[in-house]
């Protein structure tokens, strides 16, 4: 007998036996999810919503990112009672795909019974115009026009007001979005703060919006008052649908802030920003953004003028749905700082990952972790040794929503500076407990 012969053939009879066993798996798996969603639909349609959510749910155990899965047992969950689980699925069935005109026809009427009408009428408006001459657009507008009858106008504008403290142990000027300061208390001190933005953006067309923002930022701290910022962002934002895939928002801010009582910066930036979605809650985020700054000189800080110049970021993010419940976003940016002094300027590499987990009953968690790297270009005065950075950051938020105005969060962050100049070493941690409320 040829043993070499017969131990050749081996491999290729067990990956025929392997390919046959798994055909056989995957054919029972698929008979077993079809199975389970006619008997939902057949359960559906005679009314008996407890046996539908039970043959719809072991279709998603089945086939978790299925999105018509998704959007019966929303529907199932809905009928049955269970409208805040039911509208968890629907969102799911609209991450796996947005322009569904089925689910947003059962968001929107979600939304509608529930008082919701400006958010109800953007879920109609997309059914009915990417269904246009079905009964699906037909519903979509029948509630439409029920909204306009009831006198009730689409809302346009948004206004936030954000109030609360927070603990730090280890005091940085930070004005928010603004540039980041270089102040360094090495002292701990709690504050309050109070965050308010505004925005008014009418549809002009079916594919864009155009109109003003605002924001205002401020925070008082219980002892370093010299640390106090204030800050006023006014702006315009643009957003065009350059396809039903495709977004395009474009931004114009100016940053006016203070320190203390005394002007620190003024700056004046454009940021064009592509979304991209790519269907079954996948999405791409390509953004640029153009910086302009003018450092004011102070009694705190005497030589701030040599920081005037410019900054340009470029990055790219990828948001990948985990689970119906867990989005995982991976980031990158770049950005290079052009200074009037070169021992300011630098060039920046930054990478982060952020986590996103409903835990149901409207809790959110949010968890984040960046590594940034900034390389100077010139040697620091004082020393001779070209400044280098190295930062990591971590963040924890537990977020919980009452009745969709209310969200109360409480967060935790942790900074740590590595620099081979002491002076900007410093690590940082900050307890923030805030109440926001949107109009």
């Known amino acids: 007998m040829d043993y070499h012969k017969l131990y050749n ?34 359960a559906l ?13 072991a279709a998603v155990q089945e086939k978790p990112d299925d999105p018509s899965a998704n959007l019966y047992l929303g529907i199932a969950l809905n009928n049955s009672g269970n409208e805040e689980e039911g509208e968890r699925f629907l969102k799911k069935a609209l991450k796996l795909e947005p322009l569904s005109p089925q ?12 008082g919701f009408h400006a958010e109800a009428r953007d879920f109609f408006e997309t059914a009915k115009s990417n269904d246009p001459g079905t009964d699906i657009a037909d519903l979509a507008e029948d509630y439409i026009e029920d909204i306009d009858q009831e006198g009730i106008k689409v809302k346009d504008w ?11 142990s280890n005091v940085i000027l930070d004005p928010g979005a603004g540039p980041l300061p270089e102040g360094i208390s090495r002292k701990s001190d709690w504050r309050a703060l109070i965050f308010i933005e505004g925005k008014f953006t009418p549809r002009l067309t079916d594919q864009i919006t155009l109109g003003p923002t605002y924001s205002f930022y401020q925070s008082l701290q219980a002892e370093l008052t010299d640390f106090n910022v204030q800050q006023h962002l006014p702006g315009f934002l643009f957003d065009i649908s350059l396809s039903k895939n495709v977004l395009l928002k474009a931004s114009y801010y100016y940053e006016y802030t203070k320190v203390g009582n005394e002007e620190y910066v003024s700056a004046h930036s ?9 269907g079954r809650g996948f999405f791409t985020v390509l953004r640029y953004r153009y910086q302009d700054k003018d450092f004011k000189d102070s009694d705190m800080f005497p030589d701030n003028s040599e920081r005037d ?21 991976l980031h990158y940016t770049y950005d290079y700082d052009s200074a009037a002094e070169k021992y300011w300027s630098y060039r920046g590499n930054a990478g982060h990952v952020d986590l996103r987990l409903d835990l149901g009953k409207s809790w959110i968690l949010d968890l984040y972790g960046q590594y940034y790297r900034k390389n100077y270009k010139a040697d620091y005065p004082g020393t001779s040794t070209t400044r280098v950075d190295k930062m990591t950051t971590f963040y924890a938020n537990l977020t919980k929503t009452f009745a969709s105005r209310f969200d109360i969060t409480a967060g935790w962050m942790y900074v740590n500076n590595s620099s081979n100049i002491d002076f900007f070493e410093y690590d940082r941690n900050v307890a923030t407990l805030t109440l926001r409320v949107s109009l």
Do not use: M, W
């Not at 689910?103 to 529930?114: F, R, S, V």
């Not at 110049?309 to 976003?329: D, E, F, K, M, W």
């Open 103 to 114: 689910t947003n026809l059962e968001l929107g009427i979600l939304y509608y019974k529930k």
């Open 45 to 57: 349609d005679q009314q008996e919503y407890e046996k539908a959510v039970g043959y719809f749910h």
């Open 309 to 329: 110049g410019s900054n340009n970021l470029a990055g790219i993010s990828q948001y990948i749905p985990l689970t119906r419940v867990c989005l995982l976003g």
């Open 158 to 168: 948004a206004l936030s007001l954000t109030a609360g403290g927070q603990y730090d």
């Open 270 to 278: 454009i940021s064009p920003v592509v979304t991209i979605s790519e």
């Open 9 to 42: 053939g081996i491999p290729s009879i067990l990956l025929l036996v392997f390919f046959i066993v798994s055909s056989a798996a995957y054919a029972e798996d698929k008979a077993t999810f079809e199975r389970s969603v006619t008997k939902g639909i057949l």
